[in-house]
């Protein structure tokens, strides 16, 4: 994939993007996940109603689940907005949870066509964890289940 001056920062997210899955998959394939996760369940709507096909993002920002000498190591979970809102977070394989520790959340939430983004349903700043304005959220050493995400947009 070539990024060109367009929108050179959503070529970098969809690359990231591209990343992470094939992590995802790699991480299957090892004897075992470097670090003990725990299942997360949530679930995301955007003006009450479910964001499905949403892909949910977790940021470390504590020693519990980053690596602040290495960030590019750092496990990223990520989930993906069911028909009826709900998810539940991977790191190494299918729905297996996320480290103990504190994440920042970011959503990515586009429609797709022939393989193709024709359309961010979110603003791009919801991609960013810092600029998402969704709340910090702490995964701990048991079964999580978060509380409801509800993101108001105005004319949707």
């Given at each position: ?16 993007l591209?990343?992470a ?8 394939c ?26 949910v ?10 690596n ?12 993906v ?13 299918t ?62």
């Open positions: 994939m070539t990024c060109i001056n367009r929108e050179d920062r959503v070529c970098r997210r969809l690359l990231d591209a990343w899955v094939g992590l995802l998959a790699l991480g299957g090892s004897s075992g996940p470097p670090v003990p996760v725990f299942a997360v369940k949530g679930q995301l709507f955007v003006n009450n109603k479910p964001a499905q096909g949403a892909v993002w977790f940021h470390p920002i504590d020693a519990g689940a980053a602040t000498e290495k960030p590019a190591t750092n496990p990223r979970p990520s989930g907005v069911q028909e009826d809102g709900t998810f539940e977070m991977s790191t190494y394989g729905k297996d949870g996320a480290p103990a520790g504190r994440y920042r959340v970011a959503v990515n939430w586009t429609k797709t066509s022939g393989g193709d983004v024709d359309e961010h349903l979110l603003p791009m700043d919801f991609m960013d964890p810092y600029k998402a304005g969704l709340p910090v959220v702490e995964v701990k050493s048991q079964s999580n289940v978060l509380p409801p995400f509800n993101i108001k947009r105005a004319g949707r």
